[in-house]
């Protein structure tokens, strides 16, 4: 069974920064060098938002973080991560780290950006 360990989370202020880190430990690393991965997000009582992806060097960014956001994986460590820049006030939300192929997600990390 995957596991994933999901760090990073906190509170910051409106304009800081957070990295989050999604490691998988127990995945072989072939399987996680092809993987195909990403970072969902989820307001209270609000459906979770796919906010970026990763496959091999191709990323994608949902429109609410693109210039802001930065999805990066390193194979060597079985680690993904989500450098997030120029929070918003936008309270608190949970970061979940997501494997596409298996819809896998992590346990999640909360987020928090206020002043």
């Known amino acids: 069974q995957e596991q994933y360990v999901e760090s990073g989370g906190g509170l910051a202020q409106p304009g800081g920064s957070l990295r989050l880190s999604c490691k998988l430990p127990?995945?072989?690393?072939?399987?996680?060098?092809?993987?195909?991965m990403g970072w969902y997000r989820q307001a209270p009582g609000k459906q979770p938002e796919l906010v970026a992806t990763?496959?091999?060097?191709?990323?994608n960014y949902a429109t609410s973080v693109e210039s802001r956001f930065i999805i990066s994986k390193d194979n060597t460590r079985r680690t993904i991560y989500l450098q997030m820049n120029s929070l918003k006030a936008e309270g608190t939300d949970v970061y979940y780290c997501?494997?596409?192929?298996?819809?896998?997600w992590g346990q999640g990390t909360q987020v928090t950006v206020s002043s």
């Open positions: 127990r995945t072989i690393l072939s399987v996680f060098t092809s993987a195909s």
């Open positions: 997501w494997r596409q192929e298996i819809d896998c």
């Open positions: 990763i496959t091999g060097r191709n990323t």
